[in-house]
């Protein structure tokens, strides 16, 4: 109805709102654009905070989506070569190489690295020690703060396609950000379609109508 979607636009308790008028809770969690629902992806990844999109139908339900936040860049995917050495935090007991042989070789791997035509994931099966060396040195995609801080900020601080050099207790690791992505927090209104065609047919409409004049006055 219409004043629900009024109240869903307004509502300073958004939690509290969704457990009263909702059939599916606030989701809480920030997420990337392959995360959402594929058909209104595009559409809710266009929208300002506070700004809401629907009613759409979305299966046997008709919904309306509020951006409640977004964190630009907020999810990194880095890969990384990781040069281990003799005592360093849960290096291999075959590693027997001293903390200055170690840094020497990432700084040989780093200059390689950066070298036009050299594949990173290539360099980083054959020379990493860390667990993701099969996998090219792919560590996937993660948020702020999941990682040790000196490989976090590498990743967080710098430019797609940037190889540096850091350390950490687990030895000297040659980094490579991947890709950036923006996550979003969405807030869904969802009603199940019961009544019968015709009434939901009525209800849609005239929530599209209320929604474009509500567009209209307040532009």
Do not use: C, W
Request: glycine content about 8%; charged content about 30%; aromatic content about 8%.
């Amino acid at each position: 109805r219409n004043d629900t979607i009024a109240g869903f636009r307004n509502t300073q308790d958004m939690e509290a709102f969704l457990d009263r008028n909702s059939d599916i809770k606030f989701d809480t969690i920030y997420k990337a654009k392959k995360n959402l629902p594929s058909s209104v992806a595009d559409t809710l990844m266009t929208l300002n905070v506070g700004e809401i999109y629907g009613p759409y139908k979305d299966g046997g339900s008709y919904k309306v989506s509020k951006m409640m936040g977004r964190r630009p860049n907020g999810s990194v995917k880095a890969s990384h070569i990781l040069i281990a050495y003799e005592g360093a935090t849960r290096a291999n007991p075959e590693v027997t190489r001293t903390k200055e042989e170690a840094e020497k070789e990432a700084t040989r791997l780093l200059a390689e690295a950066k070298k036009s035509g050299v594949v990173f994931a290539e360099l980083a099966r054959d020379n990493s020690d860390g667990p993701s060396a099969p996998n090219g040195g792919d560590l996937g995609y993660f948020q702020q703060g999941t990682m040790l801080p000196a490989f976090n900020d590498f990743a967080y601080g710098n430019d797609v396609g940037t190889i540096g050099m850091v350390e950490t207790d687990f030895g000297f690791h040659v980094i490579k950000v991947d890709d950036k992505e923006d996550l979003v927090q969405i807030a869904t209104l969802s009603r199940e379609v019961t009544a019968s065609e015709e009434t939901t047919n009525k209800l849609f409409t005239d929530a599209t109508k209320f929604e474009m004049e509500t567009i209209a006055n307040e532009s």
